[in-house]
């Protein structure tokens, strides 16, 4: 339809048919009578020159409808009832320091300059629906400090530029719906310092950066369905905690309800929230982020670069990732949730490096990363858990590597970490696996390890298990196979251990010295040797044959403890044993002499641990003894005197029994060998009387 132009000074002349001309210089708006309606609507014209309203007051409701404008309207320091352009076409917006008592609308407008509306003031809402804003690489709206009583809707809105809303208060809510924002190398929406009273809404689309650093909303915070990336120049930084392909920018933001960031949300870029305070939950549910490392930074210990970067954040709520996909690091150091970070099937890719990077966190109830699959490591060091830590069923593959060091980090680091009740390493759907091993490090856990069901390790020369230090009252150890690589649990410390073959069995050195655990799950009966010498065939394999004295002594220890003294005494007469071979092993040409020692205290007298054996070899040599003196006949007594009659088996008694003197030891002549064997006989009751004094000291003691 063809379009009539007017000139813009008639604009408003001709439409309300009266005009005060009086004051000479110009026109200005009469007084609106009481039977004339308070709008003025332009339809369909092509308006010539500016319409220029800077500074002046108008009682009416400005509307344009299917309008042509050659020039942007000059809507500067004006006071207006109100203003409206619908499907009209603009080459800008000048409305600097405007003041409105209702709503200012741009709806279906096509506007190829910017639209000014810093230090606005509107009492009712902007409305900026289905329009589109066409300044590229430049501003396209410009609402610096502007101030809205009501809401701002921008549905279905495509800008080309940026739409600049620095320190804007926003009364209701801002509502970016279907927007599609481009600005690939700058700001789609700088909101820095913005205000909002009600809910920050949009399922839009941003080529660019969305930046709402120090934004204050006062409800909700929602993208849930937004598709945020942006253009190939990225920002070069020196700074470490840079993120050069930032899409989105929280950084000090401040929302007092839920952070939506889910349900079809995807980010081509990092999303920053350093240091934003979440009143509620921040969810992340079935959101994929990609960090979209840029080439520059393709050697970050970062590996991919970062995909979420929430450092020092406060979440009030949960964290909650169920079906997330990630590719690059989620990062929240000194984060600090009073809630639970629930991660439930979800993939995080980023090989070599950490996958999750969560130092010194803090989180109030459960942190669940639960039948997920995870190419690179979790560095949770420092972190305080008050519940559960939670990784059942999750496969972590591909560990990362230290930044100063050759070797590979452990899949799962929580060195010097606080748990309050569990942490859990276990089977779920299927097996935990963690190829880099676990490192629990001088952690403190409330209640119970449970490894049951894991598959640690996959290289020899690397830690499956590196438990130094760590206290818990429940270690679960039942493995699925033997950990592939080294286990350390120096200095640790359990109330309970619940173990299996195929943990000892580990493929690497156990480090045990110092390791003591109160009682075993399942206590061994007075009357099982065969468990005892099951768990000291497990404890020879776990030493590889070299002598520890440490984790003997405490399993002798845990059994006397537990009333069981015949089993303590079984295992340390098996250290001394591995104790006089290592001994021998030392010495080059007495060691087979050491062995033969060994081999006499350990079948003479268990080492001194087995009293009762040297009471039989005492009964023993005193019957061969005696057998040896009746077959040789009566000795011939050393005084003639005496008329003692020769007895054998109280001779040989005599010479046994050291101390006591039955009378017969010093009467009788010993010739040729009878006189090796008297000697023998009481070298040898020394011994062994000494051995059964000591064992009936013991006793009594107990």
């Not at 020039?71 to 320091?77: E, G, I, T, V, Y």
């Not at 809401?151 to 809303?165: C, K, Q, S």
């Not at 699959?373 to 999750?394: K, Q």
């Not at 073959?501 to 007075?526: H, K, V």
Request: include cysteine; aromatic fraction near 6%.
């Amino acid at each position: 339809m063809a379009r009539g132009k007017v000139a813009a000074a008639d604009v408003l002349r001709g439409l309300l048919g009266e005009n005060d001309n009086t004051a000479g210089g110009g026109w200005r708006l009469p007084r609106r009578k009481p039977s004339t309606p308070p709008v003025i609507r332009v339809v369909d014209r092509v308006v010539t020159d500016v319409l220029d309203l800077r500074a002046v007051e108008v009682p009416y409701v400005l509307e344009f409808e299917r309008c042509q404008f050659e020039s942007a309207p000059d809507l500067r320091q004006a006071n207006l009832a109100g203003v409206s352009f619908t499907d009209c076409d603009l080459p800008g917006l000048e409305a600097r320091n405007l003041s409105s008592s209702n709503d200012v609308s741009l709806l279906g407008c096509r506007i190829s300059d910017l639209v000014d509306l810093t230090d606005a003031e509107i009492a009712g809402s902007v409305l900026l629906r289905d329009s589109r804003f066409s300044v590229p690489g430049g501003l396209c709206v410009h609402g610096d400090r502007l101030t809205v009583a009501g809401a701002l809707l921008a549905f279905g809105i495509h800008t080309e530029g940026e739409v600049r809303l620095a320190g804007a208060r926003i009364g209701g809510n801002v509502n970016l719906g279907s927007a599609v924002l481009e600005n690939p190398d700058g700001f789609t929406l700088n909101g820095n310092g913005m205000q909002v009273g009600g809910n920050l809404l949009g399922a839009f689309t941003s080529h660019g950066v969305v930046f709402l650093a120090n934004a204050r909303i006062s409800s909700a915070l929602s993208f849930r369905g937004a598709m945020l990336s942006r253009g190939d120049v990225l920002d070069e930084s020196t700074d470490p905690h840079a993120d050069p392909s930032a899409t989105l920018i929280l950084d000090r933001a401040d929302v007092s309800g839920d952070l939506e960031l889910d349900r079809g949300f995807t980010s081509a870029g990092t999303v920053r929230a350093v240091n934003a305070r979440i009143g509620g939950t921040f969810s992340l549910a079935d959101a994929v982020l990609d960090a979209v490392s840029p080439p520059a930074v393709g050697t970050d210990p970062t590996g991919s670069g970062r995909a979420l970067h929430v450092d020092g954040a406060e979440i009030g709520g949960d964290i909650v990732g169920r079906g997330i996909q990630i590719k690059g690091q989620l990062r929240m150091v000194d984060t600090h949730v009073r809630g639970s970070i629930t991660i439930e099937r979800a993939t995080v890719d980023n090989p070599a490096a950490d996958a999750l990077l969560t130092n010194r966190s803090q989180i109030g109830s459960n942190f669940v990363v639960r039948e997920s699959e995870i190419s690179g490591g979790l560095e949770l060091r420092g972190i305080t858990v008050g519940a559960n830590l939670d990784l059942r069923g999750s496969r972590l593959i591909k560990p990362g590597r230290y930044r100063h060091q050759p070797r590979e980090k452990p899949s799962l680091d929580i060195g010097g970490a606080t748990i309050g009740r569990d942490l859990i390493c276990a089977r779920g759907e299927k097996e935990f696996v963690a190829h880099g091993g676990v490192r629990c490090r001088r952690a403190t856990i409330g209640r119970m390890a449970n490894f049951n069901g894991a598959v640690l390790g996959y290289k020899l020369d690397s830690h499956a298990l590196n438990g130094m230090g760590m206290q818990v009252a429940e270690l679960m150890l039942n493995v699925v196979s033997p950990p592939k690589g080294l286990v350390t649990l120096r200095q640790a410390r359990c109330t309970s251990l619940d173990d299996n073959e195929n943990f000892w069995n580990a493929t690497g050195f156990m480090d045990l010295d110092d390791f003591r655990y109160d009682s075993l799950a399942y206590p061994i009966d007075l009357r099982d040797d065969a468990q005892v010498e099951q768990r000291l065939r497990w404890l020879r394999h776990a030493m590889r044959r070299s002598y520890h004295p440490r984790p003997y002594d405490q399993f002798a220890e845990m059994l006397a403890a537990a009333g069981n003294e015949e089993h303590a005494s079984t295992v340390l007469i098996e250290k001394q044993r591995l104790r006089y071979r290592a001994v021998a092993e030392g010495m080059r040409f007495f060691g087979p002499l050491v062995l033969v020692w060994s081999f006499l205290q350990r079948s003479m007298v268990g080492y001194g641990y087995r009293p009762a054996r040297a009471l039989g070899w005492l009964i023993t040599a005193w019957v061969v003894g005696s057998i040896w003196f009746s077959v040789k006949g009566p000795l011939i007594e050393i005084n003639a005197d005496d008329h003692l009659p020769w007895n054998a088996w109280l001779y040989t008694i005599d010479l046994v029994v050291p101390i006591v003197d039955f009378g017969n030891k010093n009467r009788w002549q010993t010739p040729g060998a009878s006189q090796w064997i008297a000697s023998g006989l009481i070298v040898t009751g020394w011994i062994l009387a000494t051995t059964v004094a000591a064992g009936i000291t013991r006793m009594l003691k107990r």
